[in-house]
């Protein structure tokens, strides 16, 4: 692909240092559908990244944006805050039929700030109100947001070091398969809540995505996650699954924590749930927790009306036959899982180990520098690619689960070349 070099003047000279994802991909995007993104200059780039996870039905979805235009040309309320709306409405009774009642899940439903991190930040804050305890367990690796009371639980340490100040209150424990299968699981955790001399303040909840998206790619077992939630059961410690990324299908169920067969006791659920990116998120909890007093957690723009419209238009569209969803979502994976090993036999010596789950997949580079590599040769060869990991040497697959076959398999092709090409 010949590109022509963008007008970034106007980035570069007004906008602050902070951006990064412009940096890897260096040109102006005008337009978006489906699986496709388009530059100001007509060019075409297949997208294996989806907004990090918030365009699980793919850019301007047909039926969402029918449905959003339809809401706006009546003079639907677009802000809200808290207050009772009939898009609000629509919202919670389609997701209480679609996706709570069929899997038995009891959960209230919480309107925080439109974003994932203050999703986390209102979990945090309601399991510390609920046990009347400061602590919080995450685990290595784990990515949880970049607002204070998020990052003192994110593993990172770049975007750790960005807060300034001490990240207090929140002690790690390992991952699953941190330390390679060399000691049983939660040996140490148990071993610091036995003992009074320990250091470790009993915590009140447990933090932890099922699948690690921002730490690499790292896909905790159903069994470990069975025995956290067995710990956490044990010694009165609520367990918080980070669903922002992983949920909303992208594991194959609707949460990607149904698969381990376990309730946890608070949710958080953000990026894909309202269906065409449109800023929106959901701190669910079980009945008991719902201890807060009007007001003492709130947010000017959690009442988002627009993305109650998609939200509700996607669990219709897409979810009312969940079991097709999932088995759609769970052939896509097969499919890239097919054409990684592949990559990995071609390019074996380079590649230190490749992993992933429904729609969601990682391949881990030895030279940490090569992933990089892989993703600016991608770009070039119009395939839009991320990097994860402590220190991005994990290639990124997050393609939109209504990608068509052909469309992946024109990534995953492209993906091999630029594999080879950036040796």
Not at 8 to 32: I, K, M, Q
Not at 156 to 173: D, E, Q, S, W, Y
Not at 283 to 312: Q, S
Request: with cysteine; net charge negative; charged share 25%.
């Amino acid at each position: 692909m010949t590109i022509t070099q963008p007008d970034l003047s106007v980035f570069e000279t007004l906008e602050s240092e902070v951006r990064s994802y412009c940096r890897g991909w260096p040109t102006v995007f005008d337009r978006a559908q489906g699986s496709r993104m388009y530059d100001e200059d007509g060019h075409e780039y297949l997208d294996f990244f989806a907004g990090a996870g918030s365009l699980n039905y793919g850019h301007n979805n047909p039926v969402l944006k029918r449905a959003l235009i339809d809401y706006i040309e009546r003079d639907g309320v677009t802000h809200g805050l808290d207050m009772s709306t009939t898009a609000k409405r629509a919202f919670l009774e389609t997701f209480q039929n679609v996706i709570l009642r069929p899997r038995d899940l009891p959960y209230k439903v919480m309107f925080p700030g439109p974003t994932g991190t203050n999703a986390v930040e209102s979990a945090l804050k309601l399991a510390r109100k609920v046990k009347g305890r400061e602590s919080i367990v995450s685990f290595t690796n784990a990515f949880h947001g970049m607002s204070l009371g998020s990052l003192a639980v994110t593993g990172n340490a770049f975007k750790r070091a960005g807060a300034g100040i001490p990240l207090v209150h929140g002690t790690p424990m390992p991952f699953d398969n941190y330390l390679d299968g060399r000691t049983p699981d939660f040996i140490w955790f148990e071993r610091l809540l036995e003992d009074s001399g320990s250091g470790l303040n009993t915590p009140a909840a447990v933090i932890v995505e099922t699948v690690q998206g921002e730490g690499g790619i790292n896909v905790a077992r159903a069994e470990w996650l069975r025995k956290l939630a067995d710990v956490c059961e044990r010694w009165d410690m609520l367990l918080i699954v980070d669903d922002i990324q992983m949920g909303c299908g992208r594991t194959g169920a609707f949460f990607s924590f149904e698969e381990a067969g376990i309730t946890p006791d608070i949710v958080t659920v953000s990026k894909s749930i309202s269906g065409y990116g449109l800023p929106m998120s959901l701190c669910l909890f079980k009945p008991e927790l719902d201890v807060w007093e009007p007001g003492e957690h709130n947010g000017t723009f959690r009442g988002n009306n627009p993305a109650f419209v998609t939200a509700a238009a996607a669990l219709e569209t897409y979810w009312t036959d969940g079991p097709a969803m999932e088995k759609q979502t769970r052939a896509r994976g097969e499919q890239i899982e097919e054409a990684l090993t592949s990559i990995v036999e071609e390019n074996r010596p380079a590649i230190k180990e490749w992993r992933g789950r429904g729609m969601v997949w990682g391949v881990e580079f030895h030279d940490k520098d090569r992933a990089s590599a892989v993703a600016k040769r991608a770009f070039e060869l119009g395939l839009l690619i991320e990097t994860s990991g402590p220190e991005g040497e994990v290639v990124k697959l997050l393609p939109a689960l209504t990608i068509t076959p052909d469309e992946l398999d024109e990534g995953l092709r492209t993906l091999a070349r630029a594999v080879r090409e950036s040796a």
